[in-house]
């Protein structure tokens, strides 16, 4: 695929194929500039200026588009991706005005997965033209990272198990001088037990590990991401279904994002001390699994019983966590695909967020509103707390009533971020189950871009 950072381009006068934006409540007075034959073109395509149509008109030797949008003077993130899915490769000016937003769209429209399959008819690169330069090079960066989150998820669990995901940040680490250090085997199992434990049935291609990278002046504000890294989940002897089984290999959904996150932090030079922490495993079937009713140690010194051996990724996350509060952080986000019950109660367009702090939610959700990337908040109630109690440890690791599932899942995390720190969880899918303009089937990014501009706000750009 083109690079996408030549997908949008300063304006210089050159030559390009005109679209015109317009609403449903414009489109007669627009048509009104049409000559009949044109206007006849648009009817046949059935054009009235709905969201996300796309219209093609011949003009002379040449075309020009017509795009339907909500509003043509307020765009959104996603009002041009249509027209980059849909027109023909060339390069084309929005009449009347700038892009703005849209150009985010414009980019994550044109994203093919093809590692393992070839499009049948690839279509060239649709080019589109703007004055904003100086704009663009965030936006470029932000379809970056949302694409490297797609790409770490569409990818099958073989090719994207804990070492390729180790392969991963190592990349990022060099990519921006950052240091890595990685935790396996007896380290593991002393240092972070509850990973160690998640992780030791799988084989030793997909063995177990903790990545933590750091960045940063020392003396900078310490910011703390870490990303649930199950890169497949078959819910251990708690075996899931087939159909359950199916789409875990996003469940290392994220790791990527924690990752994305922080490769625009560093990208862009953000006045922080970053530590990144990714704990890596595979909840896999053999004779070392973990089992229900065991007692698992923590790097907190907590005790933890396995009510269910598929709640794993707030185990890994417990022990990720911890590590994290040692730094003593102005601010923990972590990113996990952790429960059902924030899609049974959310639906896959909104990750669920918890928070400790209510001005530390708004301005998530704000950030969210103002990108196109809405979060939506969930409680993290302390009368629920007595649903992880235990009989024999300190905690239990699931609840057997059929309540409040985010939240529960939540407050366990809880539980192992340090007292006091500034936190932010987020419940995200990862997943898009039906495909929406700029926003293919397959893996997707939730919660990212607000998380960025809060961050970016937050501490300040360089």
Known sequence: MTDIKDLIQPDRGQDAIAIHLVNKAGFDDFA???????????????????????????????????????????????????????????????????????????????????????????????????????????????????????????????????????????????????KLEVTKGDALEQGYPMVHAVGRAADRKHAPRLMHLTWGKEDDPVLALVGKGVCFDSGGLDIKPASGMRLMKKDMGGAAHAIALAGLIMGAGLKVRLHLLIPAVENAISGPSFRPGDILSTRKGLTVEIHNTDAEGRLILGDALTRASEEEPELIVDFATLTGAARVALGPDYAAMMTRKDETAQAMIDAGRENDDEPWRLPLPDSYREYLSSDIADISNAHTNPYAGASVAGLFLDRFVGEGIDWVHFDTFAWRPFAKPGRPKGGGAYGLRASWHMLKARFGSP
């Open 32 to 178: 009104k500039t049409l000559s009949a034959g044109q206007r006849a073109q648009l009817a046949a395509q059935k054009f009235d200026g709905s969201g996300y149509q796309v219209g093609i008109v011949p003009d002379g030797d040449s075309f020009f588009a017509v795009g339907g949008v909500a509003d043509p003077e307020e765009l959104s993130s996603w009002c041009l991706a249509k027209l980059a899915e849909d027109l023909p490769e060339g390069t084309y000016r929005v009449e009347g005005r700038q892009p703005g937003p849209a150009m985010f769209g414009w980019l994550t429209g044109q994203y093919k997965f093809t590692r393992y399959k070839d499009e049948d008819k690839p279509v060239g690169p649709r080019v589109l033209l703007t004055d904003q330069v100086g704009r663009l090079p965030g936006f470029v960066a932000e379809a970056e990272a949302e694409m490297w989150v797609r790409d770490l998820v569409n990818t099958p669990a073989e090719d994207m198990g804990p070492a390729a995901l180790e392969d991963e940040v190592e990349k990022l680490a060099k990519a921006h001088n950052a």
